[in-house]
């Protein structure tokens, strides 16, 4: 496999600086690390030497596993850090973390933080190329690079696809990134929940559409995605109940039979059963859920590779 | 006394649309005051050659955060006025969210007392309207006017208890002083970060609507009304703001406005690549409320600039976005700024500038400075149009530079600064 486009020490704080061309690279690159986790043997050498630092300001459990499963495999040296947010409010800044742990010698980082703009500063900290792993509500370009790959692996292209994403947009990271690459790739987006949890603008700066009826979203979809609903938002005054909530916004058997036949579902997890979805579509044959999950390991190995220039 | 020769001097117009004129003459200060403007005025004394610059009335700021007492890593009353110098500022006026926060007449006295002995121009002094700030209980005002306050704000905060807010103005009224209000509802506000609209969409920034402040303006217009007091509304920054503000001077009521450089001149955009320096209460907006702002200015609904001088150190905003202090430091740059984006631009002339940053606020504050008269105070800004100025974190006089502009190459350099009658900055 040849590193054709030059992603040598580029950053991925979103898919807004990739093109279209550098994403499909990215899902052929993602096809042949799925192949290598297939074998008996998942591991190649490509990185040793190279150390690769996992900065996770924010819980995380799946996310976090699947970045250093796919630095292990590449046989990059992982270390992690990970604090609390709320450490930082009082203790050590960022700039002073970020600044002590590159002076141990890291390659490349993958921050996750719940405040929006964070991996920006870590690469302006360190100059070293930075894989954004959430950063707040804004962005999750990795979680969006393994949604298109679940599709793209199923359909062939995204080009004039419908895919509908539904739920709590607002808070949602993976909702905008997806928006971008989505877009760049050709697919036809909407958007779907209630108004309270939809931030205005969607249309003018994504070039989505917006619906607020479950029904209308959903129609001729080629794929759907559920986003999760989290209970939280009821206290904030968002939306009356999660029973209100499923009643109008679940993705159940009833409500995809107004999407294509055999429309694909996915959710970036972790889900709320009977809330945002409901298990006879969660746990159906359309559904990609715990094959985003396989994928994502790929894809992630495939950015790692990309971005610290190993040869296969 | 001090003869300042062959300057453009600042001739101000009497008529309403504030268009002066500059007209080549001298100025003779004789002590703390103006004593003659003619041409070819010979006298014994030191001389400052104005030759091909111009020569304005010392500026007088409406909003100003010295940050002194208590916040002194900021900004002190030493460092914030030399800045305000170097900026051609020879009046601020200092806003009361310090550490102890000016609620009480010993402050008062205290930054009046500072001011005189080691600042480089004057410092007017605004008390709080509630103690602490806090929008609970109404300050000693009273006490506090016998020190010389000349407004009171709990700037930076709002009275969010429309009752305590009503009882407030009604107190204050009793003094005749200006209310000056920074206008906000907290609950809609909430942890916003920048202007909710197109960029905090984008960037997955929480926003603050137009609405948050809207509608206190709205209700403290009202609250105005119903009292019959001089409210002034502070940074001023949406479309609607402003027309509220104009609906309530066609009514007649005793309604001003100010806006900040940065609310004429930038907007949320700025924001796009997480720049802390673009980080600011009331928020940079959308292009639609500037273009409203400058119209404010223009037709005068709006009555003057103000800088809201608002310095953070450098720890405070080199961080996260959601963890940066809300702040612009203006006094240094305003003029070079207004200047080359406002005045080259087209959009305004010199003379109807500095009657928006010198003779306004002067007649709003009632003191004796804003225009080159004998008889005026010898307050006075010398500035070189021509020649550029390059604000950087190595050369800003103020402890802080949190501004957008740093780094950047400006026209209009103050050169010669006098408060006084004394040269107070020499560029």
Redesign the interface.
């Known amino acids: 496999m040849e590193n054709s486009h030059n992603f040598i020490g580029r950053n991925l704080f979103d898919l807004d600086d990739w093109s279209a061309d550098e994403i499909q690279a990215v899902l052929d690159a993602t096809k042949v690390m799925k192949e290598v986790n297939q074998r008996d043997y998942k591991k190649l050498p490509i990185l040793r030497g190279k150390t690769v630092c996992t900065l996770f300001f924010e819980n995380s459990t799946r996310t976090l596993m699947s970045f250093e499963l796919a630095a292990d495999r590449l046989s990059a040296d992982l270390v992690r850090f990970s604090a609390n947010v709320s450490s930082l409010h009082k203790g050590e800044s960022l700039q002073d973390t970020v600044y002590t742990v590159d002076a141990m010698g890291i390659d490349l980082y993958i921050i996750r933080h719940s405040y929006p703009g964070s991996p920006q500063l870590v690469h302006k900290y360190t100059g070293k190329p930075v894989l954004n792993a959430g950063d707040g509500p804004h962005a999750h370009p990795t979680q969006a690079l393994l949604d298109m790959f679940s599709i793209w692996e199923r359909t062939g292209t995204l080009k004039g696809l419908k895919v509908t994403i539904v739920g709590d947009v607002a808070h949602s990271r993976v909702v905008r990134s997806n928006l971008i690459g989505l877009k760049k790739m050709g697919a036809n987006v909407t958007i779907c929940g209630p108004k309270t949890l939809m931030p205005g603008y969607m249309q003018e700066v994504y070039g989505c559409k917006v619906e607020y009826d479950l029904k209308t979203a959903l129609k001729n979809a080629d794929a759907v995605m559920g986003l999760r609903m989290q209970l939280e938002r009821q206290s904030d005054g968002l939306f009356p109940s999660l029973e209100e909530y499923t009643k109008l916004f679940t993705l159940s058997e009833e409500t995809m039979r107004y999407a294509k036949k055999d429309a694909l579902i996915l959710h970036p997890g972790p889900m709320n059963r009977g809330v945002e979805i409901l298990p006879g579509i969660a746990d159906s044959d359309r559904s990609l859920i715990l094959e985003q999950v396989t994928n994502g390991v790929a894809v992630r190995m495939a950015l790692l590779f990309l971005i610290l220039g190993g040869k296969l | 006394m001090i003869l300042i020769k062959n300057g453009l001097i600042y001739e101000a117009s009497n008529k309403a649309d504030a268009t002066g004129n500059f007209v080549k003459k001298d100025i003779l200060i004789n002590g703390n005051k103006i004593e003659k403007i003619a041409a070819n005025i010979k006298e014994d004394c030191k001389i400052i050659d104005a030759e091909g610059k111009h020569v304005f009335p010392g500026f007088v700021d409406m909003h100003t955060h010295l940050r002194d007492p208590g916040q002194t890593y900021k900004e002190d009353i030493y460092s914030g006025t030399r800045a305000a110098a170097k900026g051609g500022w020879t009046t601020v006026c200092a806003m009361p969210n310090t550490d102890p926060v000016v609620d009480n007449i010993s402050t008062v006295e205290y930054i009046k007392r500072k001011a005189k002995d080691i600042g480089a121009c004057k410092v007017l002094v605004i008390g709080a309207m509630t103690k602490k700030l806090e929008g609970k209980e109404i300050s000693e005002i009273g006490n506090m006017l016998q020190g010389g306050i000349v407004a009171v704000s709990d700037d930076g905060g709002c009275i969010q208890s429309t009752k305590i807010a009503l009882n407030t103005m009604k107190y204050a009224s009793n003094f005749n002083i200006p209310i000056i209000v920074h206008s906000e509802d907290y609950s809609l506000s909430g942890k916003g970060q920048i202007n ?3 960029m ?6 929480s ?1 603050i609507p137009a609405l948050a402040e809207e509608l206190m303006i709205s209700r403290d217009i009202m609250l105005a009304e119903n009292v019959g007091c001089h409210l002034h509304i502070a940074h001023i920054s949406t479309r609607k703001s402003i027309e509220l503000v104009r609906q309530a001077k066609e009514k007649g009521l005793n309604i001003t406005a100010e806006v900040t450089p940065h609310h004429l001149l930038l907007t949320e955009e700025e924001c796009s ?2 720049d802390t320096n673009t980080k600011v209460k009331p928020p940079l907006r959308t292009e639609k409320d500037r273009q409203a702002c400058l119209e404010g200015l223009l037709d005068g609904t709006i009555d003057f600039i103000a800088t809201d001088h608002a310095p953070h150190s450098d ?1 405070e905003k ?6 940066a202090s809300y702040g612009i430091n203006s006094l240094e740059t305003a003029f070079a700024v207004l200047y080359t984006e406002l005045v080259l631009n087209n959009k305004m002339d010199l003379s109807f500038l500095i009657d928006k940053i010198s003779t306004k606020p002067s007649q709003f504050l009632n003191i004796n400075c804003g225009l080159l008269e004998k008889g005026k105070a010898a307050d006075i800004a010398i500035a070189d149009l021509e020649a550029e100025i390059l604000f950087t974190p190595e050369n800003m006089v103020s402890k802080s530079n949190n501004t957008p502009y740093i780094n950047k190459t400006l026209k209009g350099k103050i050169v010669t600064t006098i408060c006084e009658g004394k040269v107070v900055f020499l560029g």
């Open positions: 909710s609209g197109k905090s969409t984008k960037l997955g920034l926003g690549s997480y720890f080199e961080k996260e976005f959601n963890l």
